[in-house]
């Protein structure tokens, strides 16, 4: 097809209103625009970006119904349920008129993120092929399709017994209590529902990932036997967009002036994204665990972190007075600067997807500190696979304070910072004419070849 008559299709993207689903998704929305694409994105009130922020997308609006709902973790499931149920109508209305106009390019199809499913309702009716995009690793999405057969097989749930340390062979490097759910208990019929829609994509015309091929290989490769349909591993989305400013949060810029004033690598950045919750039990053994360990710090301790209290003043202020000058500590960070800075020479993570993607860029090792969804998954991957991160025992402060000390002070943290080194440099192939580039042009011709009416 000549490039002028494609140049002015239309992608529409629906991205899942939380941090770090907004964020990859746009950024996916940046790359496709700069090869041609027009962009246009439908997002709910609640959680929505200023569309001023980004003049080059349309915006549309989702009337989602969760005025009146208070943010907090165990609300979350609520949430994009009443999500779902109200954005189905206002989704087709916006569709429709979308496919009826002339002005505003052709729509070639919708991507969007599969918790938003009222999209695989509505698309179908209006013949207009979707794309699922995954925010997580291939790994995670295998492990819960590994569940689903499980399931299916009736050997879950496991006898209250089992040794859930020992591995599971068909889920390689995992063991049975890094699935997303307990093995021993039942598990409910909603859950069971949800895994099995997750990992069902029969409506979709592909996959598209934020993820590398050589990070996520053979999980990748297992996915592919099973679903038949095209799979676009074309991470990390943040190297090859144009920066875009998603944050959600205001971010504290003041902490870089500060990391330019510490030595080369010797700065542990502590942030556990924006949705993970701790007690504050947690919250004082880690401090105390990073302040006897001696390492400056700049720690994010965001409002939602202890679910409801302020954890910065949660913090006792012996704390605070034996760490003042080696301790910086914000609500929020420019995290993606924070990880490029010099200065920073280890990462205390809860192994968010887009924190991994980020922090695997810049060739600094990790402690993992998982806290759900697919962070188990990923914390098993930086530790036994890449070999870039330990885990930290959390119940202690010993245990935190034996986690800083390894990385950023041992023989076995030296060897991770090499380890990390090097797949930084394996990222950087991928995207400078490797997997992710190829991965990002066939998606793009995969797009073009798309037409409304068909899958
Ligand atoms: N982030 C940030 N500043 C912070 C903490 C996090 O900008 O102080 C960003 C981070 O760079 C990442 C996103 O928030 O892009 C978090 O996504 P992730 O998948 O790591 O975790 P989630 O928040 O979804 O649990």
Redesign the pocket.
């Known amino acids: 097809m000549e490039k002028t008559e494609w140049r002015r299709k239309r992608v529409v993207l629906v991205p899942y209103p ?4 907004i ?2 998704l746009l950024q996916l929305g940046s790359v496709l625009r700069s090869h041609g694409f027009s962009i246009t994105v439908l997002q709910t009130n609640f959680n929505s970006l200023d569309p001023s922020d980004h003049p080059y997308f349309t915006f549309l609006t989702l009337p989602d119904g969760l005025e009146g709902y208070d943010f907090y973790f165990n609300n979350i499931l609520m949430m994009t349920s009443v999500m779902n149920a109200n954005c189905k109508a206002p989704f087709e209305e916006h569709m429709s008129r979308m496919l009826e106009e002339e002005d505003g390019g052709e729509v070639a199809c919708i991507i969007y993120d599969s918790l938003m499913k009222f999209v695989d309702i509505v698309a179908p009716k209006l013949k207009v092929p979707t794309i699922v995009f995954r ?1 997580n690793p291939a790994a995670f999405t295998h492990s819960l399709v590994i569940l689903s057969e499980f399931l299916q097989q009736k050997l879950i749930p496991l006898p209250e017994s089992s040794d859930l340390d020992v591995m599971v062979p068909e889920a390689y490097p995992l063991r049975y209590k890094d699935f997303l759910l307990p093995v021993t208990q039942e598990i409910p019929e909603p859950v069971v529902e949800f895994i099995q829609t997750y990992t069902n994509v029969q409506s979709n015309a592909a996959v598209i990932w934020n993820s590398v091929e050589s990070l996520d290989h053979w999980p990748l490769q297992q996915l592919l036997q099973r679903w038949s349909i095209p799979s676009f591993p074309v991470g990390p989305l ?1 190297k090859s967009a144009k920066l875009l400013q ?2 959600l ?1 205001e ?2 810029n003041a902490c870089l002036s500060w990391l330019d004033r510490q030595s080369p690598n010797s700065v542990l950045f502590v ?6 919750v701790m007690d504050e039990e947690e919250l004082i053994n880690m401090a105390w665990g990073i302040a006897k360990s001696e390492q400056p710090f700049l720690w ?1 301790l ?1 409002p939602n972190l202890l679910n409801g209290s302020d954890p910065i003043k949660t913090l006792p202020q012996e704390f605070k007075e034996m760490t003042r000058k080696r301790g910086y500590m ?7 600067k ?2 490029e800075h010099s200065a920073i020479g280890g990462f205390l ?10 922090v695997l860029c810049e060739g600094v090792p990790l402690i993992c500190r998982p ?1 759900f ?1 697919d ?1 188990m998954v990923i914390s098993r991957y930086i530790t036994q696979e890449w070999k870039v991160g330990i885990e930290v025992e959390v119940k202690t402060e010993d245990g935190y304070e034996r986690a800083v000390r390894t990385l950023m002070a041992s023989e076995e943290g030296k060897m991770m910072k090499q380890r990390a080194v090097k797949l930084k440099q394996e990222i950087e192939q991928s995207i400078n004419g490797g997997t992710s580039h190829e991965s990002i042009a066939c998606l793009v011709e995969f797009i073009i070849s798309l037409t409304v009416g068909r899958k």
């Open positions: 939380f941090q770090g689903h964020t990859p925010v943040h998603t944050s949060i971010e504290d942030s556990l994204g924006s949705l993970s994010v965001h914000v609500k929020w960070a420019p995290q993606k924070v990880l993570t809860h192994c968010g997807w887009n924190s991994i993607l980020e806290s969804g962070h």
